[in-house]
């Protein structure tokens, strides 16, 4: 099991910046693959980004609508997960999930594909007002 922790949302407007967090714990070791969706209201859950680990090695995957200007990465010592979010846009506004994955693929609407035990943490709003 993976518990899994996300904060750092809020409102800010059009053009602005934003930096989640998520902390992981449990059995964090379990998983390969990281990432953050979001689901916006009315809308289906989309991926945003992943980073994927398999191999001490780090790759990372973005969804079109977010390349250039948000960057995900991580903090494997602090077992923490970010997304720093710039030139926000209010279609940006949206909950944002954390989610931990066994591994992710290449491909897919988002750039990556989620393969495996799926765990989710219980979100953060993030409010864009134009």
């Known amino acids: 099991q993976v518990q899994l922790v996300e904060s750092g949302g809020g409102s800010v407007q059009a053009g602005g910046s934003l930096r989640l967090s998520c902390v992981a714990s449990g059995h964090p070791y379990s998983v390969r693959c990281m990432g953050w969706y979001r689901r916006a209201p009315g809308k289906q859950r989309e991926g945003v980004a992943a980073i994927s680990t398999p191999d001490g090695t780090s790759t990372t995957y973005y969804a079109n609508s977010v390349k250039g200007r948000f960057a995900i990465s991580q903090d494997i010592a602090k077992n923490t997960l970010y997304l720093q979010m710039n030139s926000l846009k209010p279609e940006d506004t949206a909950m944002y999930y954390c989610?931990?994955?066994?591994?992710?693929?290449?491909?897919?609407?988002?750039?990556?594909?989620?393969?495996?035990?799926?765990?989710w943490g219980q979100g953060t709003q993030v409010t864009v007002s134009s």
């Open positions: 989610a931990a994955h066994a591994f992710c693929i290449p491909g897919g609407a988002w750039g990556f594909k989620p393969v495996g035990a799926n765990y």
